[in-house]
C-alpha cells in the first residue's frame, strides 16, 4: 500500500495562477464535466483568478487547495461552511455516472431537482445535497 502526504488549506487571492492552472487542467481532461468551456478558462484573466482565491477566506464560503508533500497542487475543494444550514449541496452532470456514484458513496443523494446545464441546454445538471 502507498500512502501520501497532502495537506489542505485555504486559498488567498495570490493563489490565483495555481487555481487556474488546475481548472485548465481538469477541464481538458474532462471538458464536458464543468460548467465553464476550456477556452473561458484559459480567458480567466489576474482579477478573475483573485476573485476565486478569494473564496477560501471568504465569510460564508470556503475554497481549499490539496498540496502534495513537496508542495505541488493537486487539486481544489470548495464547499460550503456547515454553518450555512447544515448541508452542502452541488450539482453533477446528469450523464457524468461516475462522478454521481462517487458522491453517492460520500452521503450525497440526488433531491429530485435539476438546472439546464451552462455549457450546453438541452442538458441538465442534477442537484446532490449532503447533510451534515
Not at 35 to 50: H, I, K, N, Q
Not at 56 to 70: E, K, L, P, R
Request: charged residues 25%; hydrophobic residues 35%.
Amino acid at each position: 500500500m502507498t500512502t501520501h502526504d497532502f495537506s489542505i488549506r485555504c486559498t488567498t487571492p495570490s493563489d490565483w495562477r495555481q487555481i487556474r492552472d488546475i481548472r485548465l487542467a481538469t477541464t481538458s481532461d474532462t471538458p464536458t464535466d464543468f460548467a465553464e468551456s476550456l477556452e473561458a478558462g484559459e480567458g480567466m484573466d489576474e482579477t478573475a483568478g483573485r476573485q476565486r482565491g478569494e473564496r477560501g477566506i471568504a465569510a460564508h464560503g470556503a475554497q481549499a487547495a490539496a498540496m502534495s508533500g513537496s508542495g505541488q497542487w493537486v487539486g481544489t475543494i470548495e464547499a460550503w461552511a456547515s454553518t450555512e444550514g447544515g448541508k452542502l449541496a452541488l450539482h453533477v452532470r446528469e450523464e457524468n455516472t461516475r462522478a454521481r456514484k462517487y458522491y453517492e458513496r460520500n452521503g450525497f443523494a440526488a433531491t429530485g431537482h435539476s438546472v439546464p446545464y451552462s455549457l450546453y441546454a438541452t442538458k441538465n445538471e442534477l442537484e446532490m445535497v449532503k447533510h451534515l
